[in-house]
Every structure is written in C-alpha cells, then in structure tokens.
C-alpha cells in the first residue's frame, strides 16, 4: 500500500523564537505529526557531551525520523519538522535529503519576534535549552528569508507567539 500525500512544513527561526511553543499550541493531533530535532540531539547525548558533539548523527536521523513519517500511511498528513531552518542552504539540505514521493506541499511557518524579545525568552531556559546570547545574536543576523520563488517551499506563513506564551518556552 503506498502512502497518501503529505504535507512538509518546516519550522523557520531562530533558537528562543518560539518555534516549538507555537506547534504546542497549535497541534492537532489527528491532523499533525511533530519531528523535533532537539528532542533527537537530546536522546542521543551523553551527560557531558557538548551541544553539538553528535551532529552528523543527529542529522542523519532526523531526516530517518521524517522520511519514515512521509512513507508511512499512518502518519497525518501535516509532518512538522521542528528546527531552526534559517537559511536557504539548511532549508535545501534537509528537503534534499528526503525522498519527496510522498510530499504533496511543502511549506514554511516563520517565528521572527524581536531579537530583544528572543534573548528575554531565552533567559528563562535552563540546561541545554538555554542558548548563549552571542549564538542568537549571530543566528538573528544569519536569518534568511524563505520565498516563494526559492527552490521548494509552496507557501510560507509568518506567525507571532504572543507573549503570553512565554511561561511555555
């Protein structure tokens, strides 16, 4: 039995934006499917490891975890890849890795709060969540926005978490 046609959104911004708050909040679960690329590189670290110690394999199967999602008919049809994406080039490397056979759409939902509202959220982290501030002022400014006239996204949402929020980040 082939698989039915499924939609790829790929979360858009930078670390503390938002993204995974959004998708809580807007989670349908007969509908959407979340693929978490922290909760990945979280599985796979050991206690000391540094944050990006096992990149390549933390890669390698979040795009397993995605295309396993797109092939299988029982995962719903909105397969939500929660991560940074923000730049045209991971973008590609990511959508270029999968098999898009069953990929209907493709789409981008960007979270771009201020970088002054980012780094206030990202103070209320701990542990490995929280992000150095100098990371996310370089991540900020390395942001570039998805189009529609680039190679694959269909139709790209900009989306504001309201402050109210934040207690969930």
């Not at 540094?50 to 390698?60: I, L, P, R, T």
């Not at 959508?95 to 493709?106: C, E, F, P, R, S």
């Not at 959220?121 to 990371?135: C, D, F, L, M, Q």
Request: glycine share 2%; hydrophobic share 35%; aromatic share 10%.
């Amino acid at each position: 039995m082939s698989a039915k046609q499924k939609n790829l959104i790929l979360m858009v911004g930078i670390a503390g934006a938002g993204k995974s708050s959004w998708l809580e909040k807007n989670f349908v679960p007969d509908r959407d499917y979340i693929i978490s690329r922290d909760a990945i590189r979280y599985s796979l670290l050991e206690k000391d490891d540094e944050y990006f110690a096992k990149e390549d394999e933390v890669f390698k199967t979040f795009v397993k975890y995605i295309q396993e999602s797109l092939d299988d008919p029982n995962v719903p049809e909105n397969i939500y890849c929660d991560a940074t994406h923000i730049t045209e080039g991971s973008r590609n490397k990511l959508i270029d890795a999968l098999d898009l056979t069953n990929v209907k759409n493709i789409s981008c939902i960007v979270v771009r709060p201020s970088l002054e509202d980012t780094l206030e959220r990202n103070e209320k982290r701990t542990g490995r969540a929280y992000v150095p501030r100098s990371v996310i002022k370089r991540m900020y400014w390395q942001f570039e926005r998805p189009e529609y006239d680039t190679k694959y996204p269909k139709d790209v949402r900009y989306v504001e978490v309201p402050k109210s929020w934040e207690k969930s980040i």
